[in-house]
């Protein structure tokens, strides 16, 4: 019994790793469709690793994306202060269109920040498939 109990206990070195705080930076969060209803852009700033709090939220950005296929302009708004910008469309509006090009800009603190992509049709799906098997779990 004894030899079990060496068994089950163990030696733990605690390491107390000290890391730089460093630089904060904007992190943008956003995943844009060609969906209809508002779309969503959340900007916050970066913290350092150990920190454990939520990472703080980023206001007063000016947050715009650009169809450059039609140079048409959506400008997304965070009216709650939360960091969250919206666009919300008009009846029947959307924002993305299969094939069209798109720039993401966003103005912080002096900074300018940019992002281009397309948008892509997703693939079919041509079939779905499963199998069930007797598993020894």
Same mark, same amino acid.
């Given at each position: *019994?004894?030899? @079990? +109990?060496?068994?089950?206990?163990?030696?733990?070195?605690? %390491?107390?790793?000290?890391?730089?705080?460093?630089?904060?930076?904007?992190?943008? =969060?956003?995943?844009?469709?060609?969906?209809?209803?508002?779309?969503q852009? #959340?900007? $916050?700033?970066t @913290?350092? /690793?150990?920190?454990?709090?939520?990472?703080?939220?980023?206001?007063?950005?000016t #947050?715009? &994306?650009? =169809?450059n296929?039609?140079?048409? *302009?959506?400008?997304f !708004?965070d009216?709650?202060n939360?960091? %969250?910008y919206?666009?919300?469309?008009? #009846?029947?509006?959307?924002?993305? %269109?299969? +094939?069209?090009?798109?720039?993401l800009s966003?103005? /912080?603190n002096? =900074?300018? /920040?940019? !992002? $281009?992509? #397309?948008?892509?049709? &997703?693939?079919? @799906?041509?079939?779905? $498939? /499963?199998?069930y098997?007797?598993?020894?779990?």
């Open positions: *019994m004894f030899f @079990i +109990g060496l068994l089950l206990t163990g030696c733990q070195d605690v %390491i107390d790793i000290s890391l730089p705080a460093g630089q904060s930076q904007l992190a943008v =969060d956003a995943f844009l469709t060609n969906q209809s209803g508002a779309q852009i #959340v900007l $916050t700033q @913290i350092s /690793y150990f920190d454990n709090q939520p990472c703080p939220p980023v206001n007063g950005a #947050v715009k &994306v650009t =169809d296929t039609n140079s048409k *302009m959506y400008t !708004a009216s709650s939360t960091g %969250i919206v666009w919300k469309p008009n #009846v029947g509006d959307t924002l993305g %269109i299969i +094939g069209h090009h798109y720039t966003i103005s /912080y002096g =900074d300018n /920040y940019s !992002a $281009t992509s #397309v948008l892509n049709p &997703v693939p079919p @799906i041509d079939s779905i $498939t /499963y199998s098997g007797k598993g020894n779990f």
